[in-house]
């Protein structure tokens, strides 16, 4: 989400938010083992989580929810400014629409 790096940047100032402390210095040291979250061993970390920098912040459930209030808003602007979309977008936008919940 690198286009919304500002949106971000406000949010985790606005909310406060902490970066997550990981044990780099160890981690670069060591091979990655079972001492490990799953999510770095397999290089993915899985839920809502921001980088900024060389910090990552992890959201809960609540703050996630309050940012993606922010980004549709900002997605309903772009729709409702454009004057038309590809056969391709619609395709596209109408198969992400389709599987939020």
Not at 12 to 37: C, D, G, H
Not at 68 to 92: C, R, W
């Amino acid at each position: 989400m690198v286009q919304y790096q500002k949106m971000i940047q406000s949010f985790v100032t606005k909310n406060r938010l902490a970066p997550a402390v990981f044990q780099q210095e160890r981690m670069a040291k060591a091979a990655i083992s079972e001492v490990y979250p799953i999510w770095l061993k397999y290089g993915g970390m899985v839920g809502p989580h921001f980088h900024l920098g060389d910090k990552t912040y992890i959201l809960t459930d609540e703050q996630w929810g309050k940012f993606s209030m922010e980004l549709i808003v900002d997605f309903k602007g772009k729709l409702e400014a454009a004057k038309s979309i590809t056969f391709e977008d619609a395709l596209n936008i109408n198969d992400a629409i389709s599987m939020i919940r």
